[in-house]
């Protein structure tokens, strides 16, 4: 089932062009990474999906019965709420009843009475039946894997990179049809990005992401989107096919250059030698020169390369705990 489609998208921003007619369309199960050069409107187009900004022309079609979660790389939280309420921000009516129980073992805990174990005991009955109580398992399993523990504290008290972990948390637990990701292994350690790598290989949903991870890449898309000077490319297959059909697809382009300049090169110097257009054939050849004249190759922006000697997460490069070094006495 296809759950969104771009036709003939553009979007510009004065100076530079950042989508000239891009078309593709999103299945269910698809698992996309879009990949470019820094600068390259990424970030921008993952926010045009998620209708958040607007394209200049075109035609962006959602499935009306799609929903589409989207995390951007600096995600923006309620501070007025716990970690609690964020994370169950978009869970609908599986939050109320989540929370409404929160509150009722919580009173109880404080003062019970026979009042509010009835009042729990109709609000169980509510969540088996709308199946709350395997959100809730789910929940605590990606909360423990995240390291978040303490539900109850206020967002205002988290730092950036917690609070990275949060909306991370709220995106997988909204069980989206649609999730798009920005650079969602920032501020993540080295098993947690095996986790969650883990956990949207099972994804049922779409999903698209940008990473510069590029082990991240390989295991969990099947299909790699590339923007490139405003053009969309798709290339069916995960990082590593992407690279080796990109380099076929240059030593290609090469090739036609080369082809090209040999044709110009020696229409040029039949041109100079003045021939006359008089017959039907002169005519063609002397149009076909001036067309190669006018003819252009798309010049290539830059690799987008991504490779490195080891994984890539985010910023991080390197992580020490207590780690000591002395001089004989001296620390």
Not at 137 to 153: E, N, S, Y
């Amino acid at each position: 089932m296809t759950l969104l489609t771009l036709r003939s998208l553009q979007k510009d921003f004065g100076i530079k062009t950042i989508l000239r007619n891009a078309s593709f369309s999103l299945e269910e199960g698809d698992k996309v990474g879009l990949i470019g050069t820094n600068g390259s409107g990424k970030s921008t187009l993952l926010k045009i999906i998620a209708g958040l900004e607007p394209h200049d022309a075109g035609e962006r079609w959602l499935n009306s019965r799609a929903k589409v979660v989207y995390l951007p790389q600096q995600p923006e939280l309620d501070c007025d709420r716990t970690i609690l309420e964020q994370i169950f921000a978009d869970s609908g009516e599986s939050r109320s009843l989540l929370l409404e129980y929160e509150t009722l073992s919580q009173a109880i805990a404080q003062q019970p009475s026979e009042l509010l174990m009835a009042q729990l005991s109709s609000l169980s009955q509510k969540m088996e039946q709308a199946g709350v109580w395997e959100l809730e398992t789910q929940a605590k399993a990606v909360l423990t894997r995240l390291g978040i523990t303490d539900v109850h504290r206020p967002i205002s008290q988290l730092s950036g990179g917690y609070r990275k972990r949060i909306a991370l948390a709220n995106a997988l637990l909204a069980q989206p049809d649609v999730l798009l990701m920005d650079e969602p292994t920032n501020h993540l350690d080295a098993d947690t990005v095996e986790w969650l790598q883990t956990y949207l290989q099972r994804f049922r949903g779409a999903l698209l992401l940008i990473t510069h991870d590029r082990y991240f890449l390989d295991r969990v898309t099947s299909r790699i989107l590339e923007l490139d000077q405003g053009d969309l490319y798709s290339y069916s297959g995960n990082y590593s096919y992407y690279l080796e059909k990109k380099a076929e697809a240059e030593a290609s382009l090469l090739s036609s250059q080369r082809k090209h300049a040999s044709v110009l090169r020696r229409e040029l110097e039949w041109l100079k030698r003045g021939p006359k257009a008089r017959s039907t054939k002169q005519k063609a050849r002397i149009e076909r020169a001036h067309a190669l004249q006018q003819q252009e190759f798309k010049q290539a922006q830059g690799k987008v390369d991504i490779s490195t000697v080891g994984r890539r997460i985010g910023k991080k490069v390197i992580n020490l705990h207590g780690v000591s070094k002395s001089y004989g006495d001296r620390p």
